[in-house]
Nanobody, 120 residues
Framework: QVQLVESGGGLVQAGGSLRLSCAASGSIFSINDMGWYRQAPGEQREWVASITSGGSTNYADSVKGRFTISRDNAKNTVYLQMNSLKPEDTAVYFC??????????????WGQGTQVTVSS
């Protein structure tokens, strides 16, 4: 099994910054794509950003130029640096990891979610 532990959420004023982390551990052979999603109250979960094993990144238009996704393959960790935060960024943020286990099974795993609240 693979476990994901997220950290870094909190309350910040508009224009501020936060950095989210998501560390994967367990029966990991390798990790493919890693990504972040978010879900605001009453809304569906939406994709925010993703990064491939080779380091290629993609962003939702709503966060492009403000958020930066990165990863540390040695630590099996993905980060989301969020700058110029807006009240509409308020949501629970979830990381997703596509991992190949030591049993050679490919599966996606989700973090428990971390709350980000941006006040105006």
């Amino acid at each position: 099994q693979v476990q994901l532990v997220e950290s870094g959420g909190g309350l910040v004023q508009a224009g501020g910054s936060l950095r989210l982390s998501c560390a994967a551990s367990g029966s990991i052979f390798s990790i493919n794509d890693m990504g972040w999603y978010r879900q605001a109250p009453g809304e569906q979960r939406e994709w925010v950003a993703s990064i491939t094993s080779g380091g290629s990144t993609n962003y939702a238009d709503s966060v492009k130029g403000r958020f930066t996704i990165s990863r540390d393959n040695a630590k099996n960790t993905v980060y989301l640096q969020m700058n110029s935060l807006k009240p509409e960024d308020t949501a629970v943020y979830f990381c997703e990891v596509i991992a190949i286990t030591t049993s050679r099974v490919t599966k996606d795993y989700w973090g428990q979610g971390t709350q980000v609240t941006v006040s105006s």
